[in-house]
């Protein structure tokens, strides 16, 4: 049962947006109709009493100025029946073209008197769209007074202008206004009963403004889109009745110029409407309104100059007028580009605030950049900041191994899913980045896409940074690998020198003075010469240790404390040594075992030095190694030193080395290595 409910609901619910859609048809059809007849009339081609006063040129304009709330509220209500917007629209532009063909059925003399008494029609819709835009609602039930006021103003002072008793102007003044003698439309005039409604209808008009403004400061997100496209339509008629006061001020007036400027600028308020509602993301509105502001300021302030020198020079210098304009045409054209950088400013300033200050913070980092103060990398917490977004997070694109790293170098194989939306940022069409932010970015297109322009430098100057890192740690990755290859051969050689060559050497020289202890009392004349070959086997067994040594010290098993101290007793100088029992990786022991042997080997050698001192410790993961000497100092380092070695063997395991010496104050060799704690 209720499926079959559910069904009959939706089946009516479908044939009432049917007959909505069907009925906005009718009004469409019915107001071109109407422009129809009359422009008929204007041809000529439909006979008619009275005269128009309007060029028959202007006519399309006029057709147009009146299907376009025509149409855009048609295709609105097509996709929207239901969407009150589309029935001001259509309704709005349909009342004032009835009086249009009225001249058919009340005759010329009352269809003039409606032409003018319906004048203020033409404002009805803007003012209901100015009250109701964009939810087809009103602010609050407090502006209900305020439409009601309207509704009566507008009403009344069409009512009582039908009974204007007034003569037609020419070239109509031979027919007789059909009110002429009316005492009842003569007392409205003499006692000036209209002036009140008059008063209320302009009232009405600037309450729509006002309304306007509230609605715009109090939107946000979508709202405050569709609201930034009606405030830039509407702002356009003003700004052509401006321009129509400086025609009639300085140039002789505008005549059917700036009307039909006017009639443009209403057709653009239609379209601003039909984008705000339906397509109010397909466009950049906030930088349309922006070149628009910064444009007509523009032109009015070049005007001005031009004006005023023209005039100024004019009347001060007098002379040819041809030197007066050309000097006024170069100021305008050197003022040109820094009136427009100064404007730009002050406008972005002032209505695109957030952008203005988000461009201002990421310009500032890059000026820093530059100095040296900070570094590329921190353009992830300049853009959360200049979009403020604290949850924004920036991701580099790592082409060789088809990646993303994060600013600190942590590679990533794709981005966090999480709620955040993904921005791709590309330079010549090559990805660079991922911007991750808010959702609510997108509703603030002129900000993101503002900020992200001006940090497109830095924000490829860190990825070049952090690519290079990550290669850098590659490459020290891979070093350190081949030195862990090299310690473990070295490892292996010892060990193939001690259980293999040495072991061998020793079992034959017990086996030769086994020989010799075997040997009867009238051989006893080979033994001389079994101990030489005795004594020279071991000394090959001590080159052969020594050999070994030198490849790895066997003490190392026992630690880097036990190694050191080793080697301090074979010292020719005296040898504190300081060290802590604790372990590092192998091959990291055996690095500093090196570095101490041969920073005392160049002491003892060029120092001079009547004492050593060799420290070695960890801290936080690092192994700290420090060999000082009383001697002679002044110890450079050179290409292919041992200082220069030291310098190699340290950096192949990612540490640092660092090497004081003062003439006359000896020599400080400190090694710090990163290792396992």
């Keep these: 049962m209720l499926a079959r409910i559910a069904v009959a609901d939706g089946s009516a619910n479908d044939l009432g947006m049917r007959g909505l859609r069907l009925v906005a048809s009718g009004v469409a059809l019915a107001t071109t109709t109407c422009l129809t007849v009359g422009f008929l009339h204007a041809l000529g081609v439909l006979p008619s009493d009275q005269e128009d006063w309007i060029p028959l040129g202007l006519y399309p304009f006029i057709a147009v100025a009146f299907l376009a709330p025509t149409v855009v509220g048609l295709l609105i209500a097509l996709q929207l029946p239901r969407n009150r917007i589309a029935w001001i629209l259509l309704l709005g532009a349909l009342l004032p073209c009835l009086q249009l063909p009225a001249e058919q059925v ?5 269809a003039y008197q409606s032409e003018a008494a319906t004048l ?5 819709w803007p003012v209901a769209i100015a009250f109701a835009f964009p939810t087809g609602h009103l602010l609050s039930r407090r502006w209900v007074w305020v439409v009601w006021i309207g509704v009566l103003s507008f009403g009344l002072t069409i009512g009582l202008k039908l009974f204007d008793p007034e003569s037609y102007p020419p070239p109509n003044e031979d027919i007789r206004n059909p009110v002429l003698g009316n005492s009842f439309g003569e007392f409205i005039v003499d006692k000036g009963i209209w002036i009140p409604f008059a008063l209320g209808v302009l009232a009405t008009l600037f309450a729509a403004a ?3 403004i509230v609605r715009y400061r109090r939107s946000v997100g979508v709202e405050r889109l569709q609201m930034q496209w009606l ?5 356009l008629i003003p700004l052509v009745l401006v321009l129509d006061i400086v025609m009639s001020t300085w140039f002789g007036g505008g005549g059917f110029v700036t009307f039909g400027l006017l009639l443009v600028a209403q057709c653009s308020l239609v379209a601003a409407i039909g984008i705000a509602v339906v397509r109010y993301r397909l466009y ?5 309104v922006n070149r628009t502001l910064v444009y007509v300021l523009l032109t009015l302030l070049l005007v001005a100059v031009y004006a005023g020198i023209t005039i100024g020079v004019g009347v001060v210098v007098g002379g040819d007028s041809a030197w007066v304009v050309a000097l006024a045409t170069l100021a305008v054209a050197v003022a040109f580009r820094p009136l427009r950088s100064r404007i730009q400013d002050l406008v972005d300033r002032r209505f695109r605030k957030a952008r203005y200050e988000g461009v201002r913070l990421v310009r500032a980092f890059e000026d820093e950049v530059r100095a040296g103060a900070r570094a590329p990398e921190e353009i992830g917490g300049v853009l959360a900041d200049a979009l403020q977004d604290p949850l924004a997070e920036i991701l580099f694109w790592i082409p060789e191994s088809d990646s993303y790293a ?3 170098g942590e590679r990533l194989s794709a981005p966090p899913d999480d709620e955040r939306s993904r921005h791709e940022i590309r330079r010549d069409d090559a990805l660079t980045a991922v911007l991750l932010h808010e959702p609510a970015l997108l509703e603030r297109r002129d900000l993101l896409d503002g900020v992200l322009a001006a940090s497109a430098l830095s924000i490829e100057m860190a990825r070049l940074r952090v690519e290079v890192r990550l290669q850098l740690a590659e490459v ?9 290859a090299g310690y473990e051969e070295r490892r292996r050689l010892e060990r193939d020198l001690h259980d293999g060559a040495q072991q061998r050497l020793v079992s034959l020289g017990v086996q030769v003075r086994r020989l010799q202890l075997s040997l009867p009392r009238e051989a006893q004349i080979l033994s001389p010469a079994l101990d030489q070959i005795v004594a020279e086997v071991g000394d090959a067994i001590a080159d052969l240790r020594q050999i070994a040594a030198g490849v790895r010290p066997a003490r190392l098993d026992e630690g880097l404390a036990a190694a050191l101290r080793d080697l301090a007793r074979t010292s020719p100088v005296p040898v504190d040594v300081e060290a802590s029992g604790e372990r590092a990786p192998a091959s990291v022991e055996a690095a500093a075992y090196f570095v101490a042997c041969e920073a005392l080997t160049n002491a003892v050698k060029h120092g001079s030095p009547s004492k050593v001192t060799v420290r070695a410790v960890q801290d936080n993961g690092t192994l700290h190694v420090s060999i000082a000497d009383d001697g002679v100092g002044g110890a450079v380092v050179r290409r292919g030193s041992g200082l220069a070695g030291l310098r190699d063997r340290v950096a192949a395991h990612g540490g640092t080395i660092e090497i004081v010496s003062l003439r006359g104050s000896g020599t400080r060799v400190d090694v710090a290595i990163p290792c396992e704690s």
């Design 106 to 110: 009340v005759g010329a003399a009352w």
């Design 406 to 408: 994060d600013t600190t």
């Design 210 to 212: 006002i309304a306007v």
């Design 231 to 235: 405030v830039w339509g509407a702002a």
């Design 120 to 124: 203020p029609l033409l404002f009805v």
């Design 284 to 288: 950049a509105i906030e930088r349309l």
């Design 476 to 484: 020290q990755a891979s070093r350190a690998r081949i030195v862990e």
